[in-house]
Nanobody, 115 residues
Framework: QVQLVESGGGLVQPGGSLRLSCARS????????MGWYRRVAGKGRELVAT???????NYADSVKGRFTISMDNAKNTVYLQMNSLKPEDTAVYYC?????????WGQGTQVTVSS
């Protein structure tokens, strides 16, 4: 079982930036996909961005051009750089690991965008 621990959430004003981090408990030698999802209160969890072990990335249309996902393999850490934040980005953000359909989730970190 791989453990995922998120950090970096908080309160930020509209237009501001935050960087989320997700530390993975160990390295993985096989193909895998790491991603960020978010859950808005009263709604389901939605995809934000993913990155494969090969470095390919994918983004939700709502965050394209504003968010950037990256992976530091030496640190077993995936990042989500969030710029130009909007109030509608307010949510609990979850880190996810997918290894051939076996999913692991972090505990989530709250991001609040408000003036």
């Amino acid at each position: 079982q791989v453990q995922l621990v998120e950090s970096g959430g908080g309160l930020v004003q509209p237009g501001g930036s935050l960087r989320l981090s997700c530390a993975r408990s160990r390295s993985i030698s096989t193909f895998n996909v790491m991603g960020w999802y978010r859950r808005v209160a009263g709604k389901g969890r939605e995809l934000v961005a993913t990155i494969t072990s090969g470095g390919s990335t994918n983004y939700a249309d709502s965050v394209k051009g504003r968010f950037t996902i990256s992976m530091d393999n030496a640190k077993n850490t995936v990042y989500l750089q969030m710029n130009s934040l909007k109030p509608e980005d307010t949510a609990v953000y979850y880190c996810n690991l997918n290894v051939f359909g076996i999913l692991s989730w972090g505990q989530g970190t709250q991001v609040t965008v408000s003036s």
